[in-house]
């Protein structure tokens, strides 16, 4: 019998509070305490399981792993009374041994093992993703108020003790639904992870009573055949967020193509740093161009897109873009050589038609018509909110050209284009232009080309803060006074930027100069 104890328990919160307004450490909470004598004896704390209530079990849970006490460990997890075990939150709190890591997984595969499951267990999801379920520790642990509705056990059944009738013949067995271990994949090179390795090995041997689901994947530099052994035993339909970073050739890229096809639930993706490898047959780059593109056919969920550093784009946007099926929220294309007629077929792509982030940072814009830029922002202008033009060698008269468009993104918020040789004219010019926008509260702009000393790129700060002075007046004028404009620019010796709002925070050059 476990009495409940709430006046004791509230008194002892109290006298808890008096102690870390007083700066001295609290005493351990009768939970904790309690948790601390069962585990002396781990073959009693097991044996106590069955009949353990159900609001102890994160308590004793918690103390086990932070005690290291690996068999009861093992025993608690076959027996966990929650359709979730959030281990990845107690992970990041605790910082785990491989030992203790090792249990908790041989307890899961213990129990998957049995022929008849527990009574009392519930288990469904081993979410090993350490940002997710932050409460729940802290909540049935009594430390904070409320119930954790995601995570909370079903009604307790009373007990029946169960009768073997004799020659009764046993059933076929039944097929239990799976275990799913839910984790943020990060695979590169080097020495495999040990937890990983094992837990690769359980879903192997376990086939699909154990489904490793990932939601954020990140693949960076990986041999391809080591990559392709581990996303075999990867539930590909549950990756909603997948970035590829690894520096591939455009025939690496074709290879892996086909697990990307596969991952129909993708939300968020990200593709960088992906290059031909010259000399190529233009018949063989066309070849491998189709093998990624054909697969964005089937990712009807797509809603972010960033392409960085990808030599493929260049006279092929158009090939890239009609293969979407729904429409984007974010588009990034930074750091990529693209034609005048590629932002054509940007500017009238169907999946483009809702975007909220557009950025096209470190996209030479500067031989081009500024008319397939101005009809892409008209276009998107009741939803855009954040705008990315940084480094496109936009001059004066292509920007002027788009300020038109840019007063009716009635939703703008953000708006970035360092980096650009632009007027102080100009600025004037945006500032009037943008003053209808009422959302529109940070704006990130190059120093103006009346701000440098020489053709180098060398600032003279007492110009830009004179300059940026004013665009500060200009601003209480119209009445947005509260709108943030501040200045950055690479330096041109070592590439950092030099920040002005409204004081300058200089680069290392200007710092040792």
Not at 115 to 126: C, G, N, S, T
Not at 195 to 210: D, T
Not at 261 to 289: F, I, K, N, Y
Not at 361 to 385: C, D, F, H, K, Y
Request: charged share 20%; proline share 7%.
């Amino acid at each position: 019998m476990w009495p409940q104890l709430p006046q004791q328990a509230y008194f002892q919160d109290s006298f808890r509070s008096r102690f870390f307004r007083m700066g001295i450490q609290a005493p351990p909470r009768l939970l904790e305490l309690a948790s601390q004598s069962l585990l002396r004896d781990e073959a009693l704390a097991i044996a106590a399981l069955e009949e353990l209530p159900t609001e102890l079990f994160p308590p004793l849970f918690t103390a086990a792993f932070a005690g290291r006490h690996n068999q009861a460990l093992k025993a608690m997890v076959q027996a966990w009374p929650f359709p979730c075990l959030p281990l990845g939150a107690l992970m990041k709190e605790h910082q785990p041994h491989q030992e203790t890591l090792e249990a908790a997984l041989d307890g899961l595969d213990g129990l998957l093992a049995q022929e008849v499951r527990p009574r009392r267990w519930k288990l469904q999801v081993l979410d090993l993703r350490q940002n997710a379920h932050q409460d729940f520790w802290t909540v049935w642990s009594g430390a904070k108020g409320g119930l954790y509705s995601l995570l909370e056990p079903e009604a307790p059944q009373p007990v029946k003790k169960r009768r073997r009738v004799e020659g009764a013949r046993a059933g076929p067995k039944q097929a239990w639904a799976p275990v799913e271990v839910l984790m943020d994949l990060c695979l590169r090179g080097g020495t495999p992870d040990a937890s990983l390795s094992s837990l690769l090995r359980k879903v192997r041997q376990r086939g699909g009573a154990l489904r490793l689901c990932c939601q954020k994947l990140k693949v960076f530099a990986m041999p391809m055949q080591d990559i392709r052994k581990i996303l075999k035993l990867v539930q590909l339909d549950s990756v909603q967020d997948l970035e590829v970073n690894c520096a591939w050739k455009l025939a690496t890229l074709g290879r892996f193509a086909a697990h990307l096809g596969r991952m129909g639930s993708l939300q968020r993706l990200l593709l960088s740093h992906v290059h031909m490898a010259p000399p190529a047959a233009a018949d063989r780059e066309e070849h491998c161009v189709s093998q990624l593109t054909t697969q964005f056919l089937s990712l009807h969920h797509l809603q972010e897109l960033y392409l960085d550093s990808i030599s493929f784009l260049e006279g092929r946007l158009d090939q890239v873009l009609r293969c979407l099926k729904t429409p984007l929220e974010t588009l990034s294309i930074t750091n990529c050589l693209v034609l005048e007629s590629d932002l054509m077929h940007l500017s009238q792509c169907p999946s483009v038609s809702q975007l909220k982030d557009l950025g096209l940072s470190g996209v030479n814009l500067t031989s081009m018509s500024s008319r397939p830029l101005r009809v892409l922002i008209e276009r998107v202008s009741a939803t855009l909110q954040d705008l990315d033009l940084d480094e496109c060698g936009i001059m004066d008269s292509e920007f002027s050209a788009l300020l038109p468009a840019l007063s009716r993104c009635s939703q703008l918020t953000t708006f970035s284009f360092c980096g650009n040789p632009i007027s102080m004219a100009v600025l004037e010019s945006l500032l009037h232009h943008t003053r209808g926008l009422s959302k529109l509260s940070h704006v990130l702009y190059p120093a103006p080309l009346e701000s440098y000393e020489d053709l180098r790129g060398t600032l003279h700060l007492g110009r830009l803060a004179q300059l940026h002075a004013r665009l500060r007046q200009l601003l209480r004028e119209s009445g947005r006074p509260s709108m943030v404009w501040f200045s950055a620019n690479p330096c041109p010796h070592c590439g950092d930027r030099t920040f002005y709002d409204p004081e300058p925070i200089l680069c290392p050059c200007y710092m040792s100069a």
